[in-house]
Every structure is written in structure tokens, then in C-alpha cells.
């Protein structure tokens, strides 16, 4: 099911689904989803609903990583503000009941704590009046500013048990005080016509997951929620005066930046029902262009955490198709026998697009000059040399689309591009030598890229002349925008493409489609809308964003 919210801070990082049940919870990176699901219930006049069947309303608080919920259950009305502080692992949520009559709110949490069910343990806590999931180093401590009324703790999915959660439902708990294994835990609340706070702390043993329960008393959960909408506010200082849209991707891309640089490309485990994987991975490519976008917006410092993160990643000038957020080498299911290497080149190519992107925008000589040596000159060469002698272009690697191999017009692109930026950084560090090298390189691959234009656009690859949108971007990375074959190129990909009023990414693209068609993307309707400004035509760049924006989800 599609994620309609993400709070995160870098340490803790949470996703809901489109009826507010909290799917995931990461800590303290997004290597571990430790959650099952995240449950909110009402009891009221003998009569129970969980809020995820109530069709709650769902919104951002503005310019802010503030979720609201609103629903209504038997004329009670229940508003819900969650917020992920703004500088420790505290889900802090703020709980309003409208009502006449007594009411009983349920929080059922069912944790799988390091990714899995096996060995965790859950209780509730006297001394902090607190149930508390933990296993090994990760500990969890749930409490509100009202006095619990109930609590159990139980088995779950084991022995005929359907989980703890399904004791909610007759309104009472069994007051089990503690339970592992395969275990999960409810706490409730008794209120009329009252607002309330709780929060879900994170930490790594029982003295400073308690230390920061602790902390969010005195300082107040009401005062975190305040001034966290206080900070990502003061944050978008700099976008003030950009759209709201621009501002809540910003916001939205900061979520699941993770504190040690690390930008995965989905953290839904929605996904895993497909092959038992996720996106939960850093792809330098996706990574890149995350990178670009705050540069230009003028953050710097997600860029800097990138290449620090980056640079020890670099294996012989080269990227790895994708990576854990803490550093190691993903999942893949490309072949090591087909005697080239297993990667996707224009991943490595972007990195250092990116790079110059950055600092020819800050010009931080004294944090690029750690990169200059082992990653940039040492990525720069492998991409010069990593190259067909006959043709000039790169050897073959997979495309962008990670399902072929072969040499592809994008990937050459992204290596001239690549080069390109190398070039200026070796003049500007005064190494005309390395400078001639790389542009000599690019210059080659440029024009080896004539051998893709097939008459009315370019190839997706050398020997595959399928309609392919990636090379919009491409031709945005290394050519003209007066070279004629970009705007041919672009008119045969958008009347080639067209599906429903957005583009698909190739033509008779198989993946995840529901009928004869394939599915237009959003990615690829935005290169064409980019490419229609590089153009110079605004009009037909406006109607394919508000194409995006009318079929985006309204969080």
C-alpha cells in the first residue's frame, strides 16, 4: 500500500500508509524496519473502530514534517498531530477528543524489532508507566502525559494467537505484564473531550531509552512538537519564496535523508511482495540528482554528507549498483560472467556531475580538497579509460532502467557529463594535464554519440533502437539545445510515449502494467517537462508538471 506521509530526522525515520497505519519505523538508520504496524483505536459507548478503517483525512502541517489526522467515530471527533523531533529519536504526538461521553483511545504497537519477529521482548514498565518493546540495542518506550488505563502484552501470529491488537476490540485489556518472543503490546487511555500527548522514544538500552523519556517530560511533548515546526519552518528560509510544491519535496527529500549521508531511494516495504526486496538502497544515480536539487535550492550539507558517505565506496574508480545506508555493498541481480563489470557506469559519472554541481555553486575548497585525489581524479579515470577504443564510448554496462547490458545513449551521456566535470576541477586545482585527459575523453564519447541518432530520435542503446525517455535527460547532459536532433529526439519520445497524459519510460515497458499499456511515470513525464524548459518553452513545461501534480497523492 502507498506511503501517504514520512517524518524522519536522520536517526528516526517513520512511513504511514493511506489510512494511517504507521508501517515503518527506522533506527538509527534505515538499514532496519522494526515495524509491523502501528495501530490507533477508539472505544466509545460499547462500540469499536480502529482509525485505519475510518478513512481518516491526512495532511502535512504546512511547511512543516507535522502529520495531521482527523476522523470521526460515533460523534466523537479525533484529531491527531504526529511529529518526529527535530533533533532526537521522538515520535511525539498530540491526541484531541471532542466528546460528551467517556473515551477509550487504544495504541497498539507491533514491533519486529530488527527486521524480525524472533526474540523480542515486550512489558509494560511501573516505574516509567511505559510499555517498552526491546531487543539487543534497540529499545522502544511508548507513555503519555495521561495515566495508562490498561495495558497487555502478548503473542502474536504463534499458537493460534492473532496478536495483543485484537484484545482492543472488546474494549478491554488482559493487563499481561510482559511477553517475548513473537510478541506485541496495546496501552489505553481513558479521556472526555481532552487533548493529550504521547510519544514513541528510540534508544539503545533501558538507561537512555528511560533518560530521554525523562527528557520529553520536562521539556514537554507539546514544546517538541512546537519546535519542530518551528525548525523545518526556519529551514525553508532559503525556499521561502518558491512554490509550495518545491518546499514539501524539499521537505519530503530531508525525511529520508539519513545523519550519515546515506539517501535511499524508497524506504516503503510495500514492495517486498513483488521479490522479497525493497528500495530501501542507495542508488548513486537517484542519490545524485537528490544532491543536485538541494545544491540549487542552496543546502549544502546533504551534498556533503553524500560524499563523505560516497567516498570510501568507491572500488577502483568505480560504484557498486547500489548500497545499504550504512555503507554496504546492495542487493543485485546483475551478472558477474558477462565479462564486463557488473555496474551501472553512469551512477559513478553522476556522483562527480554532482560534485562540480556543488561546488561551483559553494566553492568550499577546503571540504572538496579531501575528494579531489581518491575520488574524483580516481573515479575520472576509470571513466576515461573504461572506454571501446574503436568507438570512443563507454564499454558496456546496464542502463539506468537496471535491465540490460549493453552501451546506452544515457549512460554516455552521463559519463561525458561526468567528464566533463572532472575537467574543471582538475583546472581549477591547476592540473592541465588531467584537465586535457578528461575533456579529451568527454569529447570523444560526444561524438561517438552521432552513432545513436536513428533519423527521428535517439537509440536507447547501439543495437536497440527502441523510444526510450532517458534520453531526454541524456541529451540534456551533453548536447546543444540548438543541435536540431534534441528537439527531433524529444517530439518522437513524446508522441511515441504518450500514456494517459504522461510519459512511460520505453516503449512497450513490461513492468508492474495493468493492461496493454505501460504505466506512465512520474520521473520521466518531469524529464519532459525539464527538457521543454531547456527548450525555452514554459507552456508545455507547466502542463506536464500540473500533469504531475493532479495525479500526485495530495500529501
Known amino acids: 500500500m502507498t506511503r501517504y506521509a514520512i517524518l524522519g530526522n536522520g536517526q528516526l525515520t517513520i512511513l504511514a500508509d493511506k489510512n494511517y497505519a504507521i508501517r515503518e519505523l527506522y533506527f538509527p538508520l534505515s538499514t532496519e524496519n522494526h515495524m509491523q504496524m502501528g495501530r490507533i483505536g477508539i472505544w466509545v459507548n460499547g462500540k469499536f473502530s480502529w482509525l485505519h478503517d475510518l478513512s481518516p483525512k491526512i495532511e502535512y ?68 508507566d511505559s510499555i517498552i518493546h526491546y531487543k539487543r540495542d534497540r529499545w522502544f518506550l511508548f507513555s ?55 510519544w514513541l522514544s528510540a534508544s539503545r538500552d533501558y538507561d537512555s531509552v528511560r533518560k530521554l523519556h525523562e527528557y520529553i517530560q520536562r521539556k514537554t511533548p507539546k514544546t517538541l512538537i512546537e519546535r519542530t515546526d518551528n525548525y523545518w519552518k526556519a529551514w525553508l ?36 511482495r513483488f521479490n522479497k526486496d525493497t528500495y530501501n538502497y542507495v542508488w548513486h544515480r537517484d542519490a545524485a540528482f537528490s544532491s543536485i536539487a538541494m545544491s540549487l535550492m542552496g543546502y549544502q550539507d546533504f551534498s556533503r ?60 575548497v577546503d571540504f572538496i580538497k579531501q575528494f579531489y585525489r581518491p575520488s574524483i581524479k580516481t573515479a575520472a579515470d576509470f571513466l576515461a ?37 572532472a575537467a574543471k576541477f582538475a583546472e581549477f586545482f ?16 560526444k561524438k561517438g554519440l552521432d552513432m545513436f541518432f536513428v533519423g527521428d530520435h535517439f537509440a536507447r542503446s547501439l543495437n536497440d533502437k527502441t523510444v526510450d525517455s532517458s534520453t531526454l535527460l541524456g541529451s540534456m547532459l551533453a548536447l546543444d539545445k540548438d543541435d536540431k536532433r534534441v528537439s527531433i529526439n524529444r517530439k518522437t519520445v513524446e508522441e511515441k510515449l504518450l500514456v494517459n497524459g504522461g510519459i512511460a519510460r520505453y516503449e512497450n515497458d513490461w513492468y508492474l502494467k495493468e493492461d496493454n499499456k505501460p504505466n506512465a511515470w512520474f520521473i520521466t513525464t518531469l524529464w519532459l517537462a525539464q527538457h521543454y524548459v531547456f527548450e525555452g518553452n514554459m507552456e508545455n513545461a507547466i502542463k506536464y508538471l500540473n500533469w504531475v501534480l493532479t495525479n500526485s497523492l495530495s500529501t
Open 61 to 128: 502541517e504546512e511547511d512543516s514534517l507535522s502529520v495531521k489526522v482527523n476522523s470521526e467515530f460515533q460523534g466523537v471527533k479525533l484529531a491527531i498531530k504526529d511529529s518526529v523531533d527535530m533533533a532526537y529519536p521522538i515520535l511525539t504526538r498530540e491526541v484531541n477528543i471532542s466528546s460528551k461521553d467517556d473515551v477509550v483511545v487504544f495504541f497498539a504497537w507491533d514491533f519486529n524489532i530488527l527486521g524480525n519477529e524472533a526474540g523480542d521482548t515486550a512489558f509494560y514498565d511501573p516505574f516509567t
Open 144 to 198: 503519555c502525559n495521561v495515566p495508562t488505563y490498561q495495558y497487555a502484552t502478548g503473542y502474536k501470529e504463534v499458537m493460534g494467537y492473532q496478536g495483543t491488537w485484537k484484545d482492543c476490540e472488546d474494549g478491554v485489556l488482559s493487563m499481561n505484564p510482559i511477553a517475548q518472543g513473537a510478541v506485541d503490546s496495546a496501552m489505553s487511555v481513558k479521556v472526555k473531550n481532552k487533548t493529550f500527548y504521547c
Open 237 to 272: 528560509f532559503k525556499a521561502r519564496n518558491y512554490e509550495k510544491e518545491i518546499r514539501r519535496s524539499m521537505l519530503i527529500i530531508a525525511a529520508h535523508w539519513q545523519n550519515n549521508g546515506a539517501i535511499p531511494a524508497s524506504l516503503d516495504t510495500d514492495i517486498m
Open 305 to 364: 554528507m553524500l560524499f563523505i558517505f560516497s567516498k570510501p565506496l568507491l572500488y577502483r574508480g568505480f560504484l557498486f549498483q547500489k548500497y545499504t545506508a550504512d555503507g554496504h555493498w546492495g542487493s543485485t541481480w546483475h551478472p558477474w560472467t558477462s565479462g564486463y563489470i557488473p555496474i551501472q557506469e553512469d551512477e559513478t559519472a553522476l556522483t562527480l556531475y554532482s560534485a562540480w554541481v556543488h561546488f561551483s555553486l559553494f566553492r568550499d
Open 385 to 421: 579509460e573504461y572506454r571501446d577504443e574503436k568507438t570512443g564510448l563507454p564499454m558496456p554496462s546496464y542502463d539506468l532502467w537496471e535491465e540490460r547490458l549493453g552501451v546506452h545513449f544515457f549512460t554516455s551521456a552521463a559519463v561525458y557529463a561526468g567528464l566533463t566535470a
Open 430 to 445: 591547476g592540473e592541465d594535464n588531467y584537465k586535457e585527459k578528461y575533456l579529451n575523453a568527454a569529447e570523444e564519447i
